[in-house]
């Protein structure tokens, strides 16, 4: 019962360029959307998150913008770094503070 | 920095066996939670807990057993392991609060043969 579903899978883009994942949710009781980042054989640690208050959360070269009408999320990173290389992960917090996690996005940035 | 640790880091057990996967976090967190990883699949939720004596069951629990003796423990119990539960297990502390950042420890390989 995937609550929380991303796209692309993957995306290349080459260094310098403005990659954009985007998340998409069906309950609009959730009112809490981190994003979490995995690199290779580490563990996930939060990056950036957004409350539905507002439409946009920036964070250096990290910037969400949220779309409640449509239930739709998406992470821009500008100026995208090969150091940038990893999967992302769009999450939901519902009652009880449990996260609900997309399938991921795996970002690859050539140099 | 919160500190959250996974023992072993890698296991292998024969089907039919019991294994037990222990997480301890010195963050004194009230939350806790256990993940698995499989690809195809991102992050999915087998048993979280709000405090010590306290299990609650999250969206894969079949299988598994969870056990939060103290505030700062937290272990998953696979009672007869199967090859289909072969994946990477994480462990993560967090605290109530509207936004409950979680803090994952670095991962448990378990390989059911």
């Known amino acids: 019962q995937q609550q929380v579903r991303q796209s692309p899978q993957s995306l290349t883009v080459w260094e310098g360029e403005t990659a954009i994942l985007n998340c998409s949710y069906e309950?609009?009781?959730?009112?809490?959307f981190p994003w979490y980042w995995q690199f290779p054989r580490e563990s996930p640690a939060l990056l950036i998150a957004?409350?539905?208050?507002?439409n946009k959360k920036e964070d250096g070269r990290f910037t969400i913008f949220f779309n409640k009408r449509e239930k739709k999320l998406s992470l821009h990173i500008t100026d995208s770094q090969p150091g940038d290389s990893a999967t992302y992960f769009c999450?939901?917090?519902?009652?009880?503070?449990?996260?609900?996690f997309g399938k991921g996005a795996k970002l690859t940035v050539s140099p | 920095e919160a500190a959250v640790t996974q023992s072993p880091r890698n296991k292998v057990a024969v089907t039919g066996g019991k294994v037990t996967l222990s997480c301890n976090q010195t963050?004194?967190?009230?939350?806790m939670y256990w993940y698995r990883q499989d690809t195809g699949h991102g992050l999915r939720l087998i048993h979280y807990s709000y405090g010590a004596g306290s299990t609650e069951k999250g969206d894969i629990p079949d299988g598994y057993k969870a056990s939060r003796p103290s505030q700062e423990n937290f272990s998953l119990i696979l009672e007869l392991a199967t090859p289909s539960q072969t994946s990477v297990y994480f462990c993560?502390?967090?605290?109530?609060?509207?936004?409950?950042?979680?803090?994952f420890g670095p991962g448990t390989r378990l390989l059911v043969l």
């Open positions: 963050n004194n967190h009230n939350n």
């Open positions: 957004i409350r539905p208050v507002s």
């Open positions: 999450a939901e917090q519902g009652t009880g503070s449990k996260l609900s």
């Open positions: 993560a502390s967090g605290d109530w609060g509207g936004a409950d950042t979680q803090y």
């Open positions: 309950d609009s009781t959730f009112d809490y």
